[in-house]
């Protein structure tokens, strides 16, 4: 839908595309679903679910094993965005490096993206 021909709309590491994977085999799961809503203290917030069959207008990521789906209202949220699965000594889960994201909070857990205007303002286009 906001795709750019012949890229994909996010691209998983090698981490979270196994991860993904696994999650998909042990749940019997066709993808992992992704997208943002609003809520968090920096406006918006990830979700994630997994997904028994692909929903209309969804884009499909498919990389190493793993299929994610991007819901459509997401879509021109998440262009660019690099998927990673990181494990440290308290926590273990996906990480976004979102392109599109100009601000977060201090858990990383909310984010926040460019209104149209300060889009145009800077010269950002999409």
């Known amino acids: 839908m906001f795709g ?3 890229k ?3 691209t998983l590491t090698p981490r979270a595309a196994a991860q993904v994977a696994r999650l998909m085999q042990g ?3 066709h993808a992992l679903r992704i997208g943002v809503r609003k809520g968090g203290c920096a406006g918006m917030e990830y979700t994630m679910e997994l997904a ?3 929903r209309p207008h969804e884009e499909v990521v498919e990389q190493d094993g793993a299929r994610v789906l991007i819901a459509p209202m997401a879509q021109m949220f998440l262009i ?3 998927i990673d699965y990181e494990t440290d000594l308290l926590a273990s889960g996906f990480r976004f490096r979102n392109p599109n994201v100009v601000d977060s ?3 990383g857990e909310s ?3 460019a209104s149209p205007g300060q889009a145009a303002a800077s010269g950002a286009t999409g």
């Open 80 to 82: 660019g965005t690099e």
């Open 52 to 54: 028994a069959e692909p």
């Open 4 to 6: 750019i021909p012949g």
């Open 105 to 107: 909070c201090g858990c």
């Open 111 to 113: 984010i926040r993206f």
């Open 8 to 10: 994909a709309a996010v």
């Open 27 to 29: 749940k019997g799961a």
